[in-house]
């Protein structure tokens, strides 16, 4: 393989693991400073349980996704030298403002949370945590204010073979940041609360005397997980309506719609050959130009009137996506979307019929949707990323011109391998911590480990 196809395969490994914690860094953080909240209000020791159970959880998966996140802005001086000679004057900002000011405030306020319990007032200590919980969220801001750059490109000029900013409220507030950072908040929430769902489910089936403690738990995701899964579909239906006029191309591969319709029918499933040419297709009528125009008759463009629209302003050469990958991924985030919506409604019944204390039926199933997000986001990222091909910078640079020149295949493939392996290690680790803080008591014990020593157990492996 030559040196981009590494460098893509490479970045992929990284950030798709790395985006394995951050959504249930986003969501959970704000689950843990609600019920820490109402520990704070109503001085209950159950809700005080809740906060330190989940509260060690999200310690470790906090951890797990700084160390992830740190190597891939080095990937961006090392195999993407060029893109970062390019965009550096206007990727550099929001990252460095993301650096300096979310993360360290979020760091900072994490270790006062996590070694002020008995230290700090009870007021301090919440306010601690939901600062921690303001930090992560605006970390992720500031990440997709600079990832909406490469989907919009706005607030710019080119000089000298580089993109400089011209205006810094026009990169702040592009108008791709305003569908995308409310879907990724919202599947933060989704995350999270099918990771307190499936926990709790467990405690709820094999641990009765926790059931104070999980059946609150188990209430308090429901009612999140519901917010946040219709959020995601909500929020879901805006970005495709945006990329329509944004990113034609990727809602045509998305669908594999090659040729231009109107009224355009939504593909339930559609089989093609290696040519780009439709096989066989099942299409629902006016579906399609129903979602992405709001209306039954409408104009959705085809792959290959795209292409040859994209032929005669940016020249010669291929700007179709992978059509397979990114049809694919679309249907995967739907469908994962979709079973998350009906396993949502069914934790609904299960609380407003106060159920949970007959250990209902399927109660155990909650663990086995837990994985059910982490599909969902998985398949979005790879739709949003794939489906912009061949451009790193939508419209500006491509893939082929961003790689790094001094760079050889041999030293890509030597750092995979390594990142490979290291990456591999790592997810056992995280998920032996997972599972052996998950399946502990929500009771306090007097040999329990405090969170504290928690934090120290992780800095020290």
Request: charged share 15%; glycine share 8%; aromatic share 14%.
């Amino acid at each position: 393989m030559d040196v981009m196809t590494l460098a893509r395969l490479q970045f992929a490994v990284t950030t798709v693991y790395h985006f394995f914690f951050v959504p249930l860094t986003l969501g959970l953080s704000i689950i843990v400073a609600l019920m820490q909240t109402l520990y704070v209000r109503t001085d209950r020791q159950v809700y005080k349980d809740m906060t330190k159970f989940w509260g060690k959880l999200f310690v470790i998966n906090f951890a797990m996704g700084v160390v992830t996140g740190i190597v891939q802005e080095f990937q961006f001086g090392m195999n993407w030298s060029e893109y970062s000679r390019f965009v550096g004057d206007i990727f550099g900002a929001p990252l460095a403002i993301e650096a300096l000011l979310a993360f360290f405030l979020e760091s900072t306020f994490l270790g006062l949370w996590i070694f002020g319990w008995d230290k700090l007032s009870k007021r301090v200590h919440l306010l601690a945590i939901w600062l921690v919980a303001i930090a992560s969220n605006l970390s992720a801001l500031w990440i997709l204010i600079a990832n909406s750059f490469m989907q919009q490109p706005v607030g710019y000029v080119l000089n000298n073979g580089r993109a400089e900013m011209t205006d810094f409220f026009a990169v702040v507030f592009n108008p791709n940041i305003w569908t995308q950072f409310p879907h990724v908040i919202a599947s933060g929430l989704a995350t999270a609360a099918f990771f307190v769902l499936g926990i709790s489910a467990y405690h709820l089936v094999r641990r009765p005397q926790d059931s104070a403690l999980f059946q609150r738990s188990f209430q308090i995701a429901a009612v999140i997980g519901i917010l946040g899964t219709v959020g995601v579909i909500m929020s879901g239906h805006s970005q495709m309506q945006h990329l329509v006029t944004s990113q034609p191309m990727k809602v045509a591969a998305a669908e594999a719609l090659w040729e231009t319709e109107d009224p355009a029918g939504l593909s339930v499933l559609t089989v093609g050959n290696l040519r780009g040419e439709e096989v066989f297709s099942i299409r629902i009528p006016s579906l399609l130009s129903l979602l992405a125009l709001d209306q039954l008759q409408g104009t959705v463009r085809g792959l290959n009137d795209l292409q040859a629209e994209y032929e005669q302003t940016f020249g010669p050469g291929d700007y179709t996506p992978p059509v397979f990958i990114t049809y694919w991924s679309f249907r995967g985030m739907v469908g994962a979307g979709i079973l998350m919506l009906l396993a949502n409604a069914y934790a609904l019944l299960l609380v407003m019929g106060e159920q949970l204390s007959d250990k209902p039926k399927f109660l155990y199933l909650f663990l086995w949707f837990i994985p059910l997000p982490y599909i969902a986001n998985t398949t979005g990222w790879l739709l949003t990323e794939f489906g912009r091909y061949p451009w790193i910078v939508y419209g500006l640079m491509k893939l082929e011109d961003a790689v790094s020149i001094n760079v050889s295949s041999a030293m890509v493939m030597l750092s995979l391998i390594g990142f490979t392996l290291i990456y591999g290690a790592l997810i056992v680790a995280n998920i032996y911590l997972m599972v052996k803080f998950a399946r502990r008591s929500g009771s306090p014990e007097p040999e329990e480990v405090s969170l504290g020593q928690t934090a120290v157990s992780l800095i020290g492996d």
